[in-house]
């Protein structure tokens, strides 16, 4: 299984960057699509979730600025991100839990990371 993720970048504050993240390999079904972010100096934190029920849940900083949205049909899942603010600078990595053919326990899987830079 494989999380590919897509489309950081550097843009202006207030600017708007919308990234993707597909799942690819042996997968039954997805529990749960997230992004987490790393900002320099800190631990990685959750940004946004999204369930397979399309529930959703959004960190309080960027509440009313990200929006998660996921293709089931796909195995992918969105961050658009608009109002961006230089405290957004991180890098951005996917991550899923979802259940592979064969086993019945839930593994939990990351992208590789993308970076979003926010100039001021």
């Known amino acids: 299984v494989q999380l590919q993720a897509s489309g950081g970048g550097l843009v202006q504050a207030g600017g708007s960057l919308r990234l993707s993240c597909a799942a690819s390999g042996n997968i039954v079904s997805i529990d749960r699509m997230a992004w987490y972010r790393q900002r320099p100096g800190n631990q990685r934190e959750l940004v946004a979730m999204v369930t397979n029920g399309g529930g959703t849940n959004y960190a309080d900083p960027v509440k009313g600025r990200f929006t998660i949205s996921s293709d089931n049909t796909k195995n992918t899942v969105f961050l658009q991100m608009d109002s961006l603010k230089p405290e957004d600078t991180a890098v951005y990595y996917c991550?899923?839990?979802?259940?592979?053919?064969?086993?019945?326990?839930?593994?939990?899987?990351w992208g590789q990371g993308t970076l979003v830079t926010v100039s001021s």
């Open positions: 991550n899923s839990r979802l259940r592979r053919r064969g086993f019945t326990m839930v593994f939990e899987y």
